[in-house]
């Protein structure tokens, strides 16, 4: 299985790019983030006539998440146990739920699309909204693996979280006085990883970044963050033979400011074999 993970940045005005790349690099599975569109304006037709099939979760033209397989989606969530809601000037447990997660069984493998909130402002309530968002997640995420460890288990997304120093090379996001580089929203990162997941990506593509801002010639000038990733239990660990970032879906006209996100899996035996390359983008 040929995993991705894209924050598309608008799924209608990137799908003719979007649907590009999954038939060029032949991806099986592509999670999107920010599909900023309901459920019914998803440009499904175009997936379909490529050989996809779509979940999608979108209720407004903020945030939103897809899956696009090209085998059949089962057993399909729009929240996890536990994940909180938002609405400004709402402080209660029973806040609207954002269309930020969506998970389905694809070939024995449960693949999560997620958003994690952005935070905003280190004293902006949509930070403490951001905290709660990823307790849930790793609550989610400890219990599923304590019931069935060997399950193959992906979260995959933007997790809007630059872990260590190296996965900032933004200026203008500074510890301390910014969100993504906080010692809370690291915490929560690590506590995931410590719940049974980890980077699959990292081993193989241990520097690079996954987005750019538009602003201030970011790209041109390679100020990234690091902020996409696909995090996997040990059964998606163990089966992954190559990755990539796609750091040149940056380029050309009208691209996201996010890059895709690539693993490959050998589902088979669950062992990676070390004599493959890695996969460049």
Request: net charge negative; charged share 25%.
């Amino acid at each position: 299985m040929r995993l991705a993970t894209w924050n598309v940045n608008s799924v209608r005005a990137r799908v003719d790019r979007i649907v590009d790349f999954a038939v060029r690099e032949d991806i099986d599975v592509l999670a999107m983030q920010e599909i900023k569109c309901k459920v019914e304006q998803f440009p499904l037709e175009k997936f379909e006539a490529a050989g996809f099939h779509v979940e999608a979760h979108g209720i407004s033209q903020w945030n939103g998440v897809a899956i696009a397989s090209r085998s059949p989606i089962t057993e399909v969530e729009t929240s996890f146990p536990g994940m909180p809601g938002f609405a400004k000037g709402h402080n209660g447990p029973d806040a609207p739920l954002e269309a930020r997660a969506i998970g389905g069984l694809i070939d024995g493998v449960k693949v999560w699309s997620l958003y994690v909130p952005n935070g905003r402002g280190l004293d902006d309530p949509h930070y403490a909204y951001k905290l709660r968002w990823l307790e849930a997640l790793r609550g989610y995420t400890h219990a599923i693996l304590a019931t069935q460890p060997d399950l193959p288990l992906a979260l995959v997304g933007d997790f809007n979280i630059a872990p260590t120093d190296a996965d900032n090379g933004d200026p203008t996001i500074i510890e301390g006085v910014s969100t993504h580089v906080s010692a809370p929203e690291r915490d929560a990162f690590a506590a995931l990883e410590a719940a049974g997941l980890s980077d699959v990506v990292r081993p193989l593509v241990p520097t690079g970044f996954t987005y750019w801002d538009y602003k201030q010639l970011r790209f041109p000038r390679n100020e990234g963050l690091r902020i996409d990733f696909i995090l996997g239990s040990r059964a998606v660990a163990d089966a992954v033979t190559a990755a990539a970032i796609h750091r040149d879906e940056r380029k050309g006209e009208g691209p996201s400011d996010h890059v895709p996100v690539v693993v490959d899996m050998d589902l088979a035996d669950g062992e990676a074999d070390d004599d493959l390359p890695m996969i460049f983008g």
